[in-house]
C-alpha cells in the first residue's frame, strides 16, 4: 500500500460488508460522480456518497435556498437560508466538514445540452436529484451517447420511484415514458406536496446503487423500476425487460440523442416547489453583479454576494446568477417572468 493512499480506517464498517471490503472501497476513493441537483435528494445522495468515501463528487444546481425547502433538503440550515448562497456552494461547505478526503467540485448552472459534455467530463456514474423531466431526458440521451450509467430517482407527495440505467445493458428512461410529460400534466411537489421520508428513502436506494456500480458489482444492480409508498406502505417493483424489445421509439435502440443535440428542451421552466419561473440565456456576456446592484438600488430592494443578486420589486423577488440566468419568483407564468425579467433587469 502506497502512502499516498488516504486511510481506509474510517471505512472499516463499511469495508467489512463483504461485497465491497477493500478492493470495493479503493474503487469507490477513485471514483467520480455528477450528482445532478442538490435539493431534496441530492442532499441526501451528496451526504451519503461523501461519508462513503467516494472520491470525487461533482455537485451541479441552478437554485438558492428558500426557508420551505428545509422540512426535506436535510443538509441545510436556517443559517444557510439567511446567507442567500446558492445551494450547491452551502453545500460544499457541509460536505467537506464530513469527509476532507474526497474532492467536492460545486458548480451553479442550469444544466442544458451546451454545459452537460463538461459537466460529464471523466464522471463514471450520474445521480438523478432534479426535479422535472426535461433534464431527466437530457441526463438519459447524455449517458447512453457516452456510455455512463445513470440512476433515476424522482418523488411527489409520499410516493417515489427509481429506476438504474446501465447504457447498453438494460431499459432506459426513454423506453419506460418514450417522452417526457408536458409541463402541467404531471402531479409536482407544487400541486400534491412531498413529505420528507419518500425522499430519504428513494436517494438511500439510488446511494446504494450507486455504491454497487462504483464498488465493481454491477450484476448486483436493481433490474425493475422500484414505486414506494410510505403513507398506505406500498412497494412495487415494475419488470422492464420486455419494455427495451417493445420498443423502436427509444434512444438505446435508435442512437439519436434529440436532447443532447438541443433539439428538445427549453431555457425556461417553471421550478417545482417554488411559485417561480427560470429564464436562461445561454452565451450571453457575464453580467457585473455590484454594477448592477447600483442600478437597481432605487427600483426595489437589492441584496447581492458574488454568486447572486436579488432584486424584490413588485411582488416579484428576481434573482440574477453572473451567466444572466434569472429566477422570477412570484410567478408561475412564463410570459409574465420574461415580462418583469425585461422590465427590471433588461431584455
Ligand atoms: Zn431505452
Same mark, same amino acid.
Given at each position: 500500500m502506497s502512502d499516498s493512499l488516504p486511510p481506509l480506517d474510517r471505512y472499516v464498517r463499511q469495508m467489512r460488508y463483504p461485497p465491497v471490503g477493500e478492493e470495493g472501497q479503493r474503487r469507490l476513493l477513485a471514483s467520480r460522480v455528477l450528482i445532478c441537483g442538490c435539493? #431534496?435528494?441530492?442532499?441526501?445522495?451528496?451526504? !451519503?456518497?461523501?461519508? $462513503? @468515501?467516494?472520491g470525487h463528487l461533482r455537485l451541479v444546481d441552478r437554485d438558492f435556498l428558500e426557508l420551505s425547502n428545509l422540512q426535506r433538503q436535510v443538509l441545510y440550515d436556517e443559517e444557510d437560508v439567511a446567507a442567500g448562497l446558492p445551494?450547491?456552494?452551502?453545500v460544499e461547505a457541509k460536505l467537506r466538514k464530513i469527509n476532507s478526503q474526497v474532492q467536492i467540485e460545486p458548480i451553479v448552472a442550469d444544466v442544458d445540452h451546451t454545459n452537460i459534455r463538461a459537466l460529464l467530463d471523466g464522471?463514471?456514474?450520474?445521480?438523478?436529484?432534479?426535479?422535472?423531466?426535461?433534464t431527466r431526458f437530457l441526463l438519459n440521451d447524455a449517458a447512453l451517447c457516452f456510455g455512463i450509467p445513470w440512476v433515476f430517482g424522482g418523488c411527489v407527495g409520499a410516493e417515489?420511484?427509481?429506476?438504474?440505467?446501465?447504457?447498453?445493458?438494460?431499459?432506459?428512461?426513454?423506453?419506460?415514458?418514450?417522452? #417526457?410529460?408536458?409541463?402541467?400534466?404531471?402531479? !409536482?411537489?407544487?400541486? $400534491? @406536496?412531498?413529505?420528507?421520508?419518500i425522499v430519504n428513502?428513494?436517494?438511500?436506494?439510488?446511494?446504494?446503487?450507486?455504491?454497487?456500480?462504483?464498488?465493481?458489482?454491477r450484476e448486483a444492480i436493481n433490474r425493475t423500476l422500484l414505486v414506494v409508498e410510505l403513507w398506505d406502505t406500498r412497494v412495487r417493483q415494475v419488470?422492464?425487460?420486455?419494455?427495451r424489445d417493445a420498443t423502436d421509439r427509444a434512444a438505446c435502440r435508435r442512437r439519436s440523442f434529440p436532447w443532447l443535440e438541443g433539439q428538445r428542451g427549453s431555457h425556461t421552466a417553471v421550478l417545482c416547489g417554488r411559485?417561480?419561473?427560470?429564464?436562461?440565456?445561454?452565451?450571453?456576456?457575464?453580467?457585473?453583479?455590484?454594477a448592477l446592484a447600483r442600478n437597481l438600488a432605487p427600483l426595489g430592494r437589492v441584496t447581492y454576494?458574488?454568486?447572486?443578486?436579488?432584486?424584490?420589486?413588485?411582488?416579484?423577488?428576481?434573482?440574477?446568477?453572473?451567466?444572466?440566468?434569472?429566477?422570477?419568483?412570484?410567478?408561475?407564468?412564463?410570459?409574465?417572468?420574461?415580462?418583469a425579467y425585461a422590465k427590471y433587469i433588461g431584455a
Open positions: 435539493g #431534496a435528494l441530492g442532499s441526501v445522495l451528496a451526504n !451519503t456518497l461523501v461519508r $462513503a @468515501g467516494v445551494k450547491a456552494v452551502a464522471v463514471d456514474l450520474i445521480l438523478d436529484g432534479t426535479d422535472n423531466f426535461e417515489g420511484q427509481s429506476m438504474t440505467i446501465l447504457p447498453g445493458e438494460t431499459p432506459c428512461l426513454q423506453c419506460l415514458l418514450h417522452d #417526457a410529460p408536458p409541463p402541467g400534466t404531471t402531479a !409536482t411537489c407544487d400541486t $400534491a @406536496g412531498i413529505l420528507g421520508p428513502v428513494i436517494a438511500s436506494i439510488q446511494a446504494c446503487e450507486a455504491l454497487k456500480i462504483l464498488s465493481g458489482h419488470h422492464l425487460d420486455a419494455l411559485h417561480a419561473v427560470q429564464l436562461s440565456y445561454p452565451g450571453r456576456a457575464a453580467l457585473a453583479l455590484d454576494n458574488r454568486f447572486l443578486l436579488r432584486l424584490e420589486v413588485d411582488r416579484y423577488a428576481i434573482t440574477v446568477f453572473p451567466d444572466g440566468r434569472a429566477i422570477i419568483g412570484g410567478t408561475d407564468d412564463i410570459a409574465e417572468a420574461r415580462t
